[in-house]
């Protein structure tokens, strides 16, 4: 509710299995939630009696001139909230995922009959607080030695900083998401702890992302930071086709059907068709999820849509009767870490690393570049406590997930093993803090912040 500070995160993903196949909705993907979360603490801007502030501020205090403010207004024609950006110092930064989920989510609560008559909106301050393994560049100090290392200033503009393709954006529009509607709207209208209230955030924060993308993804990086692991069929692409522009007419009321959560009566085009299967994503006990951030070759560009090429034009039946033995062994590789298969972890990982890479020679795209299999074969055949790894998503340069032993002296062994390889061949390799995590959005405890906030 307005009037009291709010504090939400949502989790970085990784996509263990499912890369390409995830788009189709024939396919799935095991997605697993990271411990690196995007955090948005949401505070009432106090002001003087009799003066109406009609502002919301956006700060995002580890980088350089990451400040945005916005006013708002109501659209005609049940255009919804639309916002404006007010400048700051001299120039005007735009940041489209800040800018649309601020639409988005304003719009629904005003949509969603919440708001009084007035429609205007308690002042608000919005903080946004990225764990550092987020980022890959050298950061400064937190803003006291007292504090823990988990935030850090980087000497870089927001725009510069080198990411590590944890889903900081899905991350980001979910939480900033769920704290303006914990914010604003009362507890029996919204709750991130309800399945009610994360279908809402899912379904709101889903068509926010897609906005602020241009362009309408399979949306397993949303689902993993709404509800954690799990594994994930996408929803219908058509279900956002037909949703008007911020402030275009009508766009309130279709944003309020289009979120709503209840499903499609018979007959009718609305309703979600997602399937998110907690469940089916775990982890054996003794085991963890790690992520190497990778700097050992150049990312290619329009991956994604050269494999689609392949799979739509070149070579469509070769290409189904792969991703349909794709799909059977990621669901294989599911029911081993499901039911605690230790010793078949490896062959899994391998069956399916197999596959990836004929996909890759067949679409002339380097979904496992040969880098990336040297260091996977190398951690596998030569570290012990490394059960396998692959490189996740539609794969490439930058990152490796890793299938390890969870305790200290397997980490230690893997970062010797890295720091030596990386010196070897003029690489750097280097293991993140980060883990995997079953646990979506939450609503945090504002203690944790402190020193970071005004």
Request: charged residues 20%; aromatic residues 8%; glycine residues 10%.
């Amino acid at each position: 509710m307005s009037g009291t500070s709010t504090a939400v995160s949502a989790p970085g993903k990784v996509l263990l299995a499912g890369g390409y196949l995830v788009l189709d909705r024939q396919y799935t993907g095991l997605v697993f939630g990271l411990s690196a979360r995007i955090n948005v603490v949401a505070e009432e801007i106090k002001t003087s009696k009799g003066v109406q502030l009609s502002e919301i501020i956006v700060d995002s205090p580890q980088f350089l001139e990451a400040q945005w403010r916005y006013g708002y207004h109501l659209a005609p024609g049940d255009g919804g909230i639309k916002v404006t950006q007010l400048q700051v110092g001299s120039n005007i930064n735009k940041n489209p995922f800040v800018e649309i989920t601020l639409a988005y989510a304003l719009t629904y609560i005003t949509a969603a009959g919440h708001l009084k008559k007035s429609y205007t909106f308690e002042p608000v301050q919005l903080t946004i607080l990225a764990d550092n393994d987020y980022y890959s560049q050298p950061h400064t100090s937190s803003p006291s030695s007292s504090l823990s290392s988990r935030f850090s200033k980087f000497p870089t503009k927001l725009k510069d900083a080198h990411k590590t393709g944890l889903g900081s954006s899905a991350a980001l529009v979910t939480a900033l998401t769920a704290a303006l509607l914990t914010h604003y709207l009362p507890r029996s209208a919204f709750d991130p702890a309800t399945e009610q209230g994360k279908l809402v955030l899912h379904n709101l924060a889903q068509a926010a992302h897609c906005a602020a993308q241009g362009k309408v993804g399979s949306g397993f990086d949303v689902a993993a930071a709404v509800f954690g692991s799990c594994v994930y069929r996408r929803f219908s692409p058509s279900i956002l086709k037909d949703l008007p522009e911020v402030g275009a007419p009508g766009f309130s009321s279709a944003l309020a059907a289009c979120v709503d959560p209840s499903p499609a009566s018979e007959g009718s085009t609305g309703g979600w068709d997602t399937q998110v299967a907690k469940a089916s994503a775990s982890m054996p006990p003794g085991v963890a999820l790690r992520m190497c951030d990778v700097d050992c070759g150049s990312q290619t560009v329009g991956m994604v849509k050269q494999v689609l090429k392949w799979r739509d034009e070149t070579d469509p039946a070769g290409a189904k009767k792969l991703w349909d033995e794709l799909q059977r062994r990621n669901e294989e590789l599911g029911a081993v870490l499901s039911q605690d298969r230790k010793g078949d972890i490896r062959d899994a990982v391998s069956g399916i690393r197999e596959l990836v890479r004929e996909m890759g020679e067949r679409s002339g795209v380097p979904i496992e570049p040969e880098s990336q299999t040297y260091l996977l074969d190398a951690l596998t055949r030569e570290v012990e406590g490394v059960y396998a790894g692959v490189v996740p998503g539609a794969g490439g340069y930058d990152a490796l997930a890793l299938l390890v032993k969870d305790d200290e002296a397997t980490e230690a062994r893997i970062k010797e093993y890295l720091s030596k390889l990386s010196a070897e061949k003029g690489w750097k390799v280097r293991l993140l803090d980060v883990k995997g995590e079953m646990e979506g959005v939450r609503t945090e405890e504002l203690e944790q912040y402190k020193g970071w906030l005004s």
